[in-house]
């Protein structure tokens, strides 16, 4: 069995990150799968998915090192080649990956106490997100 929904998100861009916990597990009651998995993904190159605990700590925490591995304030390939200026949000994006696959048990995604799903969007400017989520029973 399957179930597919998806997750409408409006983000402020350049690391932005967005909590869809609720939303994810609204989907898994949804979807009546007891035992299985979960997976959400985006289908675009310049937002990512991870989870973390969703504070205001440890998501300043998160930004701070995205901008340390990926300066938004150089040069990139792509940049040149599509004058965009959004190289950079698409390197955080391969880093982080643009999906999360989750065990579901008793109904719900299995997370720790302080975890949380999010999304990150890396983009230069305001997006609006539409995550896929399938839900399959296992």
């Known amino acids: 069995m399957a179930h597919s929904a998806s ?7 350049v690391c932005d990150v967005r909590d869809i916990t609720p939303e994810l597990r609204a989907i898994v009651a949804r979807s009546g799968v007891r035992t299985g998995t ?19 700590g440890a998501v300043s925490d998160l930004k701070e090192l995205m901008e340390r591995l990926v300066p938004q304030r150089r040069q990139y390939h792509h940049d040149a080649t599509w004058g965009d200026a959004n190289g ?20 719900e995604p299995a997370l720790g106490t302080w975890q949380q799903v999010v999304l990150v969007d890396f983009d230069n400017r305001p997006r609006r997100r539409r995550l896929v989520v399938v839900v399959t029973s296992g």
Do not use: K, Q, W
């Open 7 to 13: 997750i409408e998100v409006a983000t402020e861009g």
């Open 38 to 56: 979960v997976c959400v993904a985006n289908p675009g190159s310049t937002a990512g998915l991870t989870t973390v605990e969703y504070e205001p």
């Open 88 to 107: 950079f949000a698409h390197l955080r994006s391969a880093l982080m990956g643009a999906s999360l696959t989750l065990p579901v048990v008793d109904g």
